[in-house]
Nanobody, 125 residues
């Protein structure tokens, strides 16, 4: 059984950093596609970054500020977030072999694949 549990969320000031952890079980972090998504209230789910043994991708807003890493021995995925902005406020999800789903309101997460329960990140100005 695949299980993903996020931790490390919280409230920070703009410009500060935060690292989210995703403790996994039942997955192979060296083989699977690992992703982080986020969804703010009233907004669509958006990809924060994705990485696999073949490549790593970050959307424009995340490049240079966010990075994904893994500790395969401990089965943990990390999302390091630097220079946080109020627009980064959202629920953050780690996901394995996953993607968001289309709804009447737009892309939504959690979607298909394996997802954690989500971690709230709040950035105040």
């Amino acid at each position: 059984e695949v299980k993903l549990v996020e931790s490390g969320g919280g409230s920070v000031q703009a410009g500060e950093s935060l690292r989210l952890s995703c403790t996994t079980s039942g997955v192979n972090l060296d083989e699977d596609v690992m992703s982080w998504y986020r969804q703010a209230p009233g907004e669509e789910c958006e990809l924060v970054g994705t990485t696999s043994k073949w490549n790593t991708y970050y959307p424009t807003f995340a490049k240079g500020r966010f990075s994904i890493s893994r500790d395969s021995a401990a089965n943990i995925i990390y999302l390091q977030m630097n220079n946080l902005k109020p627009d980064d406020t959202a629920v953050y999800y780690c996901a394995i072999d996953a993607q968001s789903v289309a709804t009447e309101s737009g892309w939504s997460c959690p979607g298909v694949g394996h997802w954690g329960q989500g971690a709230q990140v709040t950035v105040s100005s």
